[in-house]
């Protein structure tokens, strides 16, 4: 199954099972892209959310138009931090950004329980690897493109240039189908 992409100088669909790295600076836009990339061509959604609360999603996607009803979150961050969690049949939480085995299974979850078209977002793995470290997150994202893949649908997933070592990006650009690299401007640069 084919998806439209919907990213400014990419092809125009990808096969199902793609997954993608945005790799971006610390202040980059990332929402245009990310928001493009899950209200197009799209039957269900998963937002994986390790910098902001559910929400803080919520309120992006109202604010660009994003379907709603679509969408499922997984909040890393309100159980770390203490704050008040609200209950929603399409919010989950896992106990922090780190608790890379529940994320997994919540993406695996999502996949197993959705039909037709879905996407998934993960914002970000540079938030991840802050409170777990680069390998950990690395075997993660590779579990999640595995499961992807088995499930025919296709992912973005963030990446902060700034903050890694190019070692690192290097290896993590190697593991995915294809990279969008966004840079200061908000120019947009698509290698799949």
Not at 52 to 71: G, P, W
Not at 101 to 125: A, I, M, Q, Y
Not at 141 to 161: P, T
Request: aromatic share 8%; hydrophobic share 35%.
């Amino acid at each position: 199954m084919d998806y439209t992409l919907a990213v400014e100088n990419g092809p125009e669909t990808i096969p199902g099972g793609t997954g993608l790295l945005l790799v971006h600076p610390s202040i980059g836009e990332t929402d245009r892209i990310d928001t493009d990339f899950l209200k197009t061509d799209t039957d269900a959604f998963l937002v994986v959310s390790t910098r902001t609360t559910a929400r803080e999603v919520e309120q992006k996607l109202e604010y660009y138009d994003v379907d709603e009803t679509k969408a499922t979150i997984l909040d890393t961050l309100s159980v770390e931090r203490g704050y008040s969690r609200r209950t929603a049949d399409d919010v989950y939480y896992v106990s922090a950004p780190d608790d890379l085995d529940g994320v997994v299974d919540r993406v695996e979850r999502f996949l197993t329980e959705s039909d037709g078209k879905r996407r998934v977002s993960v914002d970000s793995l540079t938030e991840m690897a802050y409170y777990a470290d680069d390998d950990a997150v690395y075997e993660a994202a590779a579990e999640i493109l595995d499961l992807l893949d088995e499930h025919d649908a296709v992912g973005i997933f963030h990446l902060s240039e700034e903050v890694h070592e190019v070692a690192t990006l290097d290896r993590f650009r190697d593991l995915f189908d294809g990279v969008i690299d966004l840079d200061e401007d908000g120019n947009v640069v698509v290698d799949i």
